[in-house]
């Protein structure tokens, strides 16, 4: 069935779209991320223009989250405190991080930035992450415990002032280095249409040291307000969400989700975070080899202005 | 000096009545639906342009006639940007800026143009891909530079393999030495707005007769209903789909909660 999208400008086909929107939400239930660093690159590869797919696919995430923060809220395992910290530095780098998107698509250099922020950042968190998971998993094999816990060391980040305490991950924490990962979340979503949780849960548990029970949850709601306040900033200054679009994703996504959820409950963890970490890797060095190889075009056109 | 004034202003005389047989044929023609209309099931459209060369007593008999087809959509300015490997990466380095060039641009005619026209006439009359105007601003100038320049055949090769420009020398068919007709095939990229179309009659290389047409192609109900509430209120517009996802991920955890 073809249905024409209203600001893509482009007619696509709607059980297409909502099947990359149930498979993008079934990894993300999975592993308890948003998936834009997914959704995004799958949008763009069916013909949507790169400013459309990434302001539309702030507002799927949005949807996502939500549902995804509702029972982490019932389960009682969301540190609203923590959040509310967070979502001070995570509003600031959304603002910037729109208005950067802005500047970079005037100078012709959006695709670029895109490009080379998903190589640099996907290929580092999923190497790292892929890393750890292997080592977990052979200390496993050796019979080990999975999970190496040190629960009485602390970094400098742990001496830095202005402590506050967050009572329902039971830590005592700076507010700086918090308020700063919010910000670097909020802008890199703003700029890559990601939701950024993929970078947030890593940052939490080994950085600060926030406990597994309270990371999710909380990670969600960050998201989940991160990207509303996206969707708001890119439908007034761009004028490039597509409802439409946004809709059919959200539908397929928000059920993906769901059972993605389930199949993330029956596989053990240190597999998921490998698992995880690969797909992560995938998807950066798939980036990093366009930008390496030649490029089929070397030429490019982009629309600057309606003339009448 | 006076004579020759006089000689030039005979030549002159001579030249419009010359022409005036020319202007013996008229055109008239007519494009199938004046207003396509983009629905939320609209992929794409084709057109029919009909029409026929009236012909008076002072026209000569048997003359075979040439048609080239123009039709050119809304304008817009566009970079075209070319890539060049710095640090071991492909960026966009050098970029030429397109001045109000046609977003959708086809050229039919009923046989290669070369064979139709001079390269002179050609150029004067925007003859096929090569010879229409594409103002280029080349730092500072404004200026059409030739067709074989990078920039500009990289233009007009992108869009046309978008389907948004493109030039069939075979696509105006004759039904009878008068009649004729040829498709206008409007892809579903083709963007919205008004869009004009030329009809040229030539005969042994020369512009007999020309006139125009047009069609729009507009957004109808909920298609143009989202599209100016996104560009004119923003604001609400973000409300709207942050709303709406907010309820779409309640749903959701309404409809699969297991507790």
Do not use: C
């Amino acid at each position: 069935m073809q249905l024409y999208l209203p600001i893509a400008d482009i007619p696509v086909n709607v059980f297409l779209i909502l099947a990359m929107g149930a498979a993008v939400g079934f990894v993300s239930g999975m592993f308890g991320i948003g998936g834009g660093f997914l959704m995004t690159p799958l949008l763009i590869f069916v013909g949507i223009a790169p400013a459309v797919a990434v302001a539309s696919v702030a507002s799927h995430i949005a949807a996502s989250s939500f549902s995804g923060a509702l029972s982490y809220w019932r389960r009682r395992a969301i540190d609203p405190l923590l959040a509310a910290v967070l979502l001070t530095g995570g509003t600031m780098g959304t603002a910037l991080g729109v208005w950067t998107f802005t500047l970079l698509r005037s100078l012709g250099q959006l695709d670029l930035m895109i490009a080379t922020s998903y190589v640099i950042l996907l290929t580092t968190v999923g190497g790292l992450m892929f890393w750890e998971g292997l080592r977990a998993l052979l200390r496993a094999r050796k019979g080990g415990p999975a999970t190496v816990r040190r629960p009485g060391s602390h970094g400098w980040i742990h001496g830095l002032p202005l402590k506050m305490r967050f009572k329902r991950s039971k830590i005592y924490l700076s507010v700086i280095p918090v308020v700063v990962i919010g910000l670097v979340i909020g802008f890199i979503g703003a700029v890559m249409g990601i939701g950024g949780g993929f970078i947030l849960v890593p940052l939490l548990i080994y950085l600060l040291r926030v406990p597994t029970s309270t990371v999710i949850g909380t990670s969600m709601v960050l998201t989940l307000v991160t990207m509303v306040f996206a969707t708001m900033l890119h439908a007034i200054t761009n004028h490039l969400v597509d409802a439409v679009l946004a809709l059919i994703l959200m539908i397929g996504g928000v059920t993906g989700a769901q059972f993605g959820a389930r199949a993330g409950q029956k596989i053990r963890g240190e597999h998921l975070r490998l698992l995880l970490g690969l797909l992560v890797l995938a998807v950066g060095v798939r980036f990093a080899v366009e930008l390496v190889l030649r490029p089929e075009d070397l030429f490019t056109i982009r629309q600057t202005g309606v003339a009448g | 000096m006076s004579a020759r004034i006089l000689m030039l202003g005979w030549l002159a005389l001579g030249a419009v009545l010359a022409a005036s047989p020319a202007q013996a044929e008229k055109l008239i023609v007519s494009v199938s639906n004046h207003r396509v209309t983009v629905t939320p099931n609209y992929s794409g459209e084709e057109l029919v342009l009909f029409g026929s060369v009236e012909k008076d007593a002072s026209t000569p008999a048997n003359r075979t006639y040439d048609l080239v087809v123009t039709v050119a959509g809304p304008r817009a300015d566009m970079v075209t940007r070319r890539k060049e490997r710095k640090f071991g990466i492909w960026i966009n380095t050098d970029s030429r800026q397109f001045l109000k060039v046609p977003t959708y641009l086809a050229l039919f005619s009923n046989r290669p143009i070369d064979v139709i026209a001079s390269p002179e006439v050609q150029r004067r009359q925007q003859l096929g891909l090569n010879n229409v105007l594409l103002t280029q601003r080349v730092s500072g100038d404004y200026a059409d530079v030739v067709p074989d320049d990078v920039f500009r055949s990289a233009f007009v090769r992108l869009r046309k393999q978008h389907g948004l420009y493109r030039e069939e020398t075979s696509a105006v068919t004759f039904l009878t030495p008068t009649l004729f007709r040829t498709s206008i095939p409007l892809p579903a990229e083709v963007p919205i707005g008004l869009y004009n179309v030329e009809i040229k009659l030539f005969a042994d290389g020369a512009l007999l007769a020309k006139t125009d047409t047009a069609f729009e192609i507009v957004k109808v109900g909920f298609e143009q209903f989202v599209a100016t509430t996104a560009q004119q209120n923003g604001f609400v517009y973000g409300l709207i789909t942050a709303a709406m996802a907010l309820m779409t991920g309640w749903m959701a955890s309404i409809v699969f909660r297991r507790d």
